[in-house]
C-alpha cells in the first residue's frame, strides 16, 4: 500500500520511529482503526493531522506504544525472579544496575523495587526505566493506578507501597524515589551497559524478526556476563546462544 508506506516514511522524519520495524499488519491495523475512528479517510489525511496538530501526535504515539500494564503481571514470573533471579544477582552485588525496558505507564519499574525491597534497603534501589512515549512517562511519573491494576499485588504490599484515594491507588514516594524515567528508542537510541537485570515484557511481539534480532543483541551487550534478560511470556527466545545467553529459568536469560 503505497499510501501506508509514505506514512512510514513522513513519521520516520517526524518522530525518527521507523514503523517498517513494526510488524506490518498489526500496525496497520491498530492505526486505521485510530484514524477512522478520528474520522480521517486516509493515511495521508491522517498524517496532515498529525504534523499540525500535537494532541493528534501525541495520540498516534499512545496508540502504538501499545500501553497496557498492570503490577506484579504474570505473577508466578514474579515469584521466580523474588525467590531465585534477585538471590542469585545479590551474590555478587549489593548495588544492582537494573534498566526496565518500555516501562509504558510504570507499573514494572514500581513493582520490581517492591519485589527487590524484600531484599535489601530501598535506599540501595536503582531502577532506569524507559519508554518511547513521553505521555506514558508522564503518567508514570505520576503513579497513580486504577484498583485494577493492582489485582496480582500481595495485601502486604498494598498496605506498605500505596495510598489509598478513592478507586485508585498512589504508590508512596519512597517507591517512586528507587525509579529514574527516561525517553528511549529500542530501535534507534544507544543502550548503556554493565546492568545486571534488563526487563524488556510484552514489546517484542509487535516487532519484525530483524528488529527482534537487534535489539536483543544489544540487550546482550548491555548486560555484564551474568546478568539476566527477563521478557515476557509470549517471548521466549528460541536460540539463545545465538545472542550469548542460556535459559535459567523460563523467560529468564543469563548472558554467558
Not at 44 to 67: G, Q, S
Not at 221 to 249: C, D, H, M, R, W
Request: with cysteine; charged share 30%; hydrophobic share 35%.
Amino acid at each position: 500500500m503505497p499510501d501506508y508506506q509514505t506514512f512510514i516514511g513522513n513519521i520516520k522524519r517526524k518522530t525518527g520511529i521507523d514503523l517498517s520495524l513494526y510488524k506490518e499488519a498489526q500496525m496497520k491495523r491498530r492505526l486505521t482503526s485510530l484514524y477512522e475512528r478520528k474520522g480521517y479517510k486516509d493515511f495521508a489525511t491522517f498524517y496532515d493531522a498529525i504534523h499540525n496538530d500535537r494532541a493528534i501526535l501525541d495520540e498516534f504515539l499512545d496508540r502504538m506504544t501499545i500501553n497496557v500494564s498492570e503490577f506484579y503481571r504474570n505473577k508466578e514470573r514474579w515469584d521466580t525472579l523474588d525467590q531465585k533471579i534477585f538471590p542469585r544477582l545479590l551474590t555478587k552485588t549489593k548495588r544492582l544496575k537494573i534498566w526496565s525496558a518500555a516501562c509504558s505507564t510504570g507499573e514494572e519499574p514500581y513493582s520490581l523495587a517492591m519485589v527487590l525491597s524484600s531484599h535489601i534497603p530501598l535506599r540501595d534501589i536503582s531502577i532506569f526505566a524507559t519508554d518511547l512515549d513521553e505521555g506514558v512517562l508522564d503518567r508514570a511519573e505520576i503513579a497513580l493506578y486504577p484498583e485494577r491494576a493492582l489485582k496480582d499485588v500481595p495485601r502486604n504490599v498494598v498496605s506498605n507501597y500505596f495510598v489509598n484515594e478513592g478507586n485508585h491507588y498512589q504508590v508512596k514516594d519512597e517507591i517512586k524515589r528507587t525509579v529514574t524515567f527516561k525517553k528511549h528508542n529500542l530501535l534507534k537510541d544507544r543502550y548503556d551497559t554493565g546492568y545486571d537485570l534488563i526487563v524488556c515484557r510484552n514489546v517484542m511481539i509487535y516487532f519484525t524478526e530483524g528488529a527482534k534480532e537487534e535489539i536483543y543483541m544489544n540487550f546482550a551487550k548491555a548486560l555484564k556476563p551474568g546478568g539476566v534478560l527477563f521478557v515476557g511470556s509470549t517471548e521466549q527466545i528460541f536460540n539463545p546462544a545465538k545472542y550469548g545467553f542460556e535459559s535459567i529459568e523460563t523467560f529468564f536469560y543469563k548472558k554467558l
